[in-house]
């Protein structure tokens, strides 16, 4: 395998004041040396399965999920479709059970052919996967659970509502019992205010649904609500509050929330009180500008709604935020990367400016070492790509060290719906490994996976053709691909 | 006292006592719960053909004689060797031959079905006749789905697109406007009727609404474009909250065609209404 890393620029850590009374955060450690540049090697593993390479859907919005218990234990979705068709009643997640090599497809999940959102995480027990789906047909919230992803039974439905959206599932142990934070955006929210953590404290036996929201909104928040939680029990929740909207131009404020006991009290997510008006949630960034557009605007992606949280698992002190929203200098979309080192309480300036990308997912490892995956759009018209990066950084991004896990062609194939690649994509961390997923155009060309590229569906490599199993040629589409690459040490 | 030896042997005894025999399915039921159907001979009882899958008393090798249903996306070709779940135990036996109707279970390195019921097949019947007779099941299969459309249907006819707009809707009570990737952005479709067959006439014109998002909520749904000719099956809109509309100054039903089979070709309007026609 080709291992290559693309040579960082360094970046002056600025630490700013986002309030005129917040204290500055502390300085950044210092940074390593020129010379210190490790060689990330990553794989790459597109997880269609053999027995489906005749397939040709836009396998678009991945996610993962990383079983603790047992590192060969991977479960993961996408937009993809029961290969049964129209008439089947579930659709279908991916599991692996040799650490991400291989993949295999099981028709488990609850929706007729296919979901409409899918997130998921796994449970204190050995093979549990719980689940948020948005099930079809009329799409009402599933939250669903099994007691073993492998199982071929199809999962429990725990609690199903209407009119949610984005479901946006994490869980963590406590003591016995096992904490579930579900992020959702709930138009039955009162008074606008629809960023909501659908929260259970027994392993989803019942949910009660927590409004984060605390400002007026235009009416509504953003799809997007990401919780993420920490060994300690640090919940964090991030969340879009639309303030104004001038038609599709929505101005925004990226906020995020804390709570410092697992939200388990009676009026959760109360513990970040912002400077200015000293109401829970900090506003990390005030009036951006999103531009929403449910067509395709950034190559064939949409945007409108781009957020991703992580917190450092063993120092809940560190969070970091990525957010997506038109700068306005000939961008099309902008992500922006922010941090704290005091648990939410005062954030620097933007630590990383991707201009014209989307879908970030951020994870910290156990090092403390930030992984910040996303999908870059670059050059235009036909020759435009689709770059997908993962960036390290031991020091909150003053430095970084960042990989291309694909450049793919933009414009091909055309899209048969969107979200293209996805709202968003998934990166996680464990032991010395970031593990995650992204979906990008299939072609088998090794020029475009630049840390080689493993395939199990059947491929050509030297006429970069997709094979179906009697050999006959396969129309070039999106799919899935599972990536492991080292952690900076 | 641990409860585990005591579900370990309920298990056991459920999985090792032979099912009730369930009634036998007619072909036409089998196929319309089937999306892979092959024949096949048994080569392994209480076995698997792909190592990621724990074998049972239900679980089966078959090597695959014929494929006669598949999606395109599965690979499945004659001489592969398949995992069925047999629906009850022992009722597949070694060597034994016939037509497997199935849904897909698991696709990796292999595959794997769940049996909905089988037919023993007949050696001397060939491939041709085989195919043949799963193809005219699936025919009435696919007619009796469609008579079912035709009669939940308010209008069916033949007709032509004229127009496409934007929906305007009344806001329901209680329910601002939204802004989600999910939405459908209604759009509606003016058809001038060539032919009616059920619930308009000839000349009538009438208003049909469809998404006119591309979000994945909508991949399937029917769309409709001006120019477009085609036999349709229009429903009272319940979609959209809002069921009436204006055409010409009059507030009008408005109708819905959600569903793939409601959007056929032109030249379906003879099968339509013959299946109108027949019991």
């Given at each position: 395998?080709r291992?290559?890393?693309?040579?960082?620029?360094?970046?002056?850590?600025?630490?700013c004041?986002?309030?005129?009374?917040a204290?500055?955060p502390?300085p950044?450690?210092?940074?390593?040396p020129?010379?210190?540049?490790?060689?990330?090697?990553?794989?790459?593993?597109d997880?269609?399965?053999?027995r489906l390479?005749?397939?040709?859907w836009?396998d678009?919005?991945?996610?993962?999920?990383?079983?603790a218990?047992?590192?060969?234990f991977?479960?993961?979705?996408a937009f993809t479709?029961?290969?049964?068709?129209a008439?089947?009643?579930?659709?279908p997640?991916?599991v692996?059970?040799?650490g991400g090599t291989?993949?295999s497809?099981?028709?488990?999940?609850?929706?007729e052919?296919?979901?409409?959102?899918?997130?998921?995480?796994?449970g204190r027990?050995?093979r549990?996967?719980?689940?948020?789906?948005?099930?079809?047909p009329?799409?009402?919230?599933?939250?669903l659970?099994t007691?073993?992803?492998?199982?071929?039974?199809?999962?429990?439905?725990?609690?199903m509502?209407?009119?949610?959206d984005?479901p946006?599932?994490?869980?963590i142990?406590s003591g016995?019992?096992?904490r579930?934070?579900?992020g959702?955006?709930?138009?039955a929210?009162?008074s606008?205010?629809?960023a909501?953590?659908?929260?259970?404290?027994?392993?989803g036996?019942?949910f009660?649904?927590r409004?984060i929201?605390?400002?007026?909104t235009?009416?509504?928040n953003?799809p997007?609500?990401?919780p993420?939680?920490?060994e300690?029990?640090t919940v964090?929740?991030?969340?879009?509050g639309?303030?104004?909207a001038a038609g599709?131009?929505?101005?925004?404020?990226?906020?995020?929330?804390?709570?410092?006991h697992?939200a388990s009290?009676?009026?959760?997510?109360?513990?970040?009180?912002?400077?200015?008006?000293h109401?829970?949630?900090?506003?990390v960034a005030?009036?951006?500008?999103?531009?929403w557009?449910?067509?395709?605007?950034?190559?064939q992606e949409?945007?409108g709604s781009t957020?991703?949280?992580a917190v450092?698992?063993l120092?809940?002190?560190?969070?970091?935020?990525?957010?997506?929203?038109?700068?306005?200098?000939?961008?099309?979309?902008?992500v922006?990367?922010?941090?704290?080192?005091d648990r939410?309480?005062t954030?620097?300036?933007?630590?990383?400016?991707?201009?014209?990308a989307?879908?970030?997912s951020?994870?910290?490892?156990?090092?403390g070492t930030?992984?910040?995956?996303y999908?870059?759009?670059?050059?235009?018209?036909?020759?435009?790509?689709?770059?997908?990066?993962?960036?390290?950084?031991?020091?909150?991004?003053a430095t970084?060290?960042?990989i291309i896990l694909?450049?793919?062609p933009?414009?091909?194939?055309?899209?048969q719906?969107?979200?293209?690649?996805g709202?968003?994509?998934?990166?996680?961390?464990?032991g010395?490994k970031?593990?995650?997923?992204?979906?990008?155009n299939?072609?088998?060309?090794?020029?475009?996976?630049?840390?080689g590229?493993?395939?199990?569906?059947?491929?050509?490599?030297a006429?970069?053709?997709?094979?179906?199993?009697s050999?006959?040629?396969?129309?070039v589409?999106?799919?899935?691909?599972f990536?492991?690459?080292?952690?900076?040490? | 006292?641990s409860?585990?030896?005591?579900?370990?042997?309920?298990?056991?005894a459920?999985?090792?006592s032979?099912?009730p025999a369930p009634a036998q399915l007619?072909?036409?039921?089998?196929?319309r719960?089937?999306?892979?159907?092959?024949?096949g001979?048994?080569?392994?009882?209480g076995?698997?053909?792909?190592p990621?899958?724990?074998?049972?008393?239900?679980?089966?090798?078959?090597?695959?004689?014929?494929?006669?249903?598949?999606?395109d996306?599965?690979?499945?070709?004659?001489?592969?060797?398949i995992?069925?779940?047999s629906?009850r135990?022992?009722?597949?036996k070694d060597?034994?031959?016939a037509?497997?109707?199935?849904?897909g279970w698991i696709?990796?390195d292999?595959v794997?079905?769940?049996e909905v019921?089988?037919?023993?097949?007949?050696a001397?019947?060939?491939a041709?006749?085989q195919q043949?007779s799963?193809?005219?099941?699936r025919?009435k299969?696919?007619?009796?789905?469609?008579r079912?459309?035709?009669?939940?249907a308010?209008?069916?006819?033949v007709?032509r697109?004229?127009?496409?707009?934007?929906a305007k809707?009344?806001?329901?009570?209680g329910?601002p406007?939204?802004?989600s990737?999910?939405?459908p952005?209604?759009q509606?479709a003016?058809?001038q009727?060539?032919?009616?067959?059920?619930?308009?006439?000839?000349?009538q014109?009438v208003v049909?609404?469809f998404p006119g998002s591309?979000?994945?909520?909508?991949?399937?749904?029917?769309r409709?474009?001006?120019?477009?000719?085609?036999?349709f099956?229009?429903?009272?809109?319940?979609?959209?909250?809002?069921?009436l509309t204006?055409?010409?100054?009059?507030?009008?039903?408005a109708?819905?065609?959600?569903?793939q089979?409601?959007?056929l070709?032109?030249?379906?309007?003879?099968?339509?209404r013959?299946l109108?026609?027949s019991?």
């Open positions: 395998m291992a290559t890393w693309i040579s960082v620029g360094i970046i002056l850590f600025a630490a004041k986002p309030s005129d009374k204290p500055p502390p950044p450690p210092p940074s390593p020129a010379s210190d540049h490790v060689v990330v090697h990553a794989q790459v593993v997880i269609i399965p053999r390479s005749g397939e040709t836009q678009a919005e991945p996610f993962l999920s990383l079983y218990s047992n590192p060969n991977l479960a993961a979705s479709p029961n290969p049964g068709g008439a089947s009643g579930t659709a997640i991916f692996s059970s040799n291989t993949w497809l099981r028709n488990t999940i609850p929706s052919v296919m979901t409409a959102d899918i997130t998921h995480a796994v027990n050995p549990e996967l719980y689940a948020g789906i948005m099930r079809q009329g799409y009402p919230l599933n939250e659970s007691p073993d992803f492998l199982s071929f039974v199809t999962m429990t439905q725990l609690s509502r209407n009119d949610i984005q946006f599932v994490r869980a142990k016995n019992a096992e579930l934070y579900v959702l955006n709930d138009f929210a009162p606008g205010r629809t909501t953590v659908d929260l259970s404290m027994n392993g036996a019942t009660a649904s409004r929201e605390t400002r007026n235009v009416g509504q953003a997007s609500i990401r993420a939680v920490a300690d029990g964090y929740v991030a969340y879009l639309w303030r104004s599709s131009v929505i101005q925004s404020d990226v906020v995020v929330a804390r709570d410092d697992g009290g009676a009026n959760p997510f109360k513990d970040l009180v912002d400077p200015s008006d109401l829970p949630g900090r506003l005030r009036n951006v500008t999103i531009t557009s449910n067509a395709p605007t950034l190559g949409r945007i957020l991703s949280l450092d698992g120092h809940s002190d560190n969070v970091y935020v990525a957010w997506g929203d038109r700068v306005g200098n000939g961008d099309i979309w902008t922006h990367v922010r941090r704290s080192t939410g309480a954030w620097s300036n933007d630590v990383r400016t991707l201009t014209n989307t879908a970030p951020l994870a910290v490892s156990t090092n930030v992984g910040l995956l999908q870059q759009l670059t050059g235009s018209g036909s020759t435009s790509r689709w770059v997908t990066h993962l960036d390290q950084s031991r020091d909150g991004f970084h060290q960042d694909a450049t793919v933009a414009m091909t194939p055309a899209f719906f969107l979200p293209y690649l709202d968003y994509n998934f990166l996680l961390t464990r010395n970031f593990l995650g997923i992204f979906s990008a299939n072609t088998p060309d090794s020029a475009n996976f630049p840390q590229v493993v395939y199990q569906r059947r491929v050509d490599f006429t970069h053709r997709l094979l179906d199993r050999g006959a040629p396969v129309a589409s999106i799919d899935p691909f990536f492991s690459a080292d952690v900076l040490p | 006292m409860t585990r030896p005591l579900m370990v042997w309920i298990v056991l459920v999985l090792g032979p099912a007619t072909r036409e039921a089998m196929v719960k089937s999306d892979i159907i092959f024949v001979t048994v080569t392994r009882v076995a698997v053909a792909a990621d899958l724990p074998a049972s008393p239900l679980t089966v090798v078959v090597r695959v004689d014929q494929v006669l249903e598949k999606p996306a599965v690979g499945l070709v004659e001489g592969d060797t995992t069925v779940q629906v135990q022992g009722s597949l060597g034994m031959r037509t497997f109707y199935t849904t696709f990796g292999g794997a079905v769940r019921g089988h037919e023993p097949a007949r001397q019947l060939a041709a006749m043949d799963v193809a005219r099941a025919q299969v696919n007619d009796a789905n469609l079912q459309r035709i009669q939940a308010s209008v069916v006819a007709g697109v004229e127009e496409v707009r934007p809707l009344a806001a329901a009570a329910h406007a939204r802004i990737e999910h939405d952005e209604w509606e003016i058809i009727v060539e032919e009616g067959f059920k619930g308009a006439q000839s000349g014109r049909v609404r591309h979000d994945v909520a909508y991949v399937s749904t029917p409709f474009a001006v120019g477009q000719e085609g036999t099956l229009l429903q009272k809109d319940s979609a959209s909250g809002s069921p204006m055409m010409a100054g009059q507030s009008v039903p109708y819905t065609a959600l569903h089979l409601d959007v070709p032109k030249q379906e309007g003879a099968r339509v013959g109108m026609r019991p």
